[in-house]
C-alpha cells in the first residue's frame, strides 16, 4: 500500500528558510505526479508546487522564485526547499501523490490518490 510521510516543517521567522522532505514507500515518486498542497486555517487546500514524471515542475504564483520542488530517485523522496519565507506561508502543508503515464499534474486536490498526515510551517513576522 502506498504511504507518504512528510517531515521538515516548524516554526520560523520571516525570510527564514524550511526543507519539507516527503518519504514514499509502496510506490516509485517517478511514476506518480508528486506535488506539494498547503492549507491555512479556514482556507481551502492550494497547490504549492509539483513535479510531473518529466517535463517541467509548476508553482503557485505566491511562491514562484522562493520555493523548489525536486525529488531523490534513489531515496524515493520528494522535497520542498522554501527560501524567502513570508506569514502567509504559513499552513499545514501536505504531499500528494497521482499514479499517471501521463506528465501532468492536476492543480485540484481532488485529483489526488494518496497523501501524507502533513507537516505544519509557521512563520512569524
Known amino acids: 500500500q502506498a504511504q507518504l510521510v512528510e517531515s521538515g516543517g516548524g516554526s520560523v521567522q520571516s525570510g527564514g528558510s524550511l526543507r519539507l522532505s516527503c518519504s514514499a514507500s509502496?510506490?516509485?515518486?517517478?511514476?506518480?505526479?508528486m506535488s506539494w498542497f498547503r492549507q491555512a486555517a479556514g482556507q481551502e487546500r492550494e497547490r504549492v508546487a509539483s513535479?510531473?514524471?518529466?517535463?517541467?515542475?509548476l508553482y503557485a504564483d505566491s511562491v514562484q522564485g522562493r520555493f523548489n520542488i525536486s525529488r531523490d530517485n534513489a531515496k524515493n523522496t520528494l522535497y520542498l526547499q522554501m527560501n524567502n519565507l513570508k506569514p502567509e506561508d504559513t499552513a499545514m502543508y501536505y504531499c500528494?501523490?497521482?499514479?499517471?503515464?501521463?506528465?501532468?499534474?492536476?492543480?485540484?486536490?481532488?485529483?489526488?490518490?494518496?497523501w501524507g498526515p502533513g507537516t505544519q510551517v509557521t512563520v512569524s513576522s
Open positions: 500528494a501523490a497521482r499514479r499517471t503515464i501521463f506528465p501532468y499534474c492536476s492543480p485540484s486536490w481532488s485529483d489526488y490518490y494518496t
Open positions: 509502496g510506490h516509485k515518486v517517478t511514476s506518480s505526479c
Open positions: 513535479i510531473p514524471i518529466y517535463g517541467y515542475t
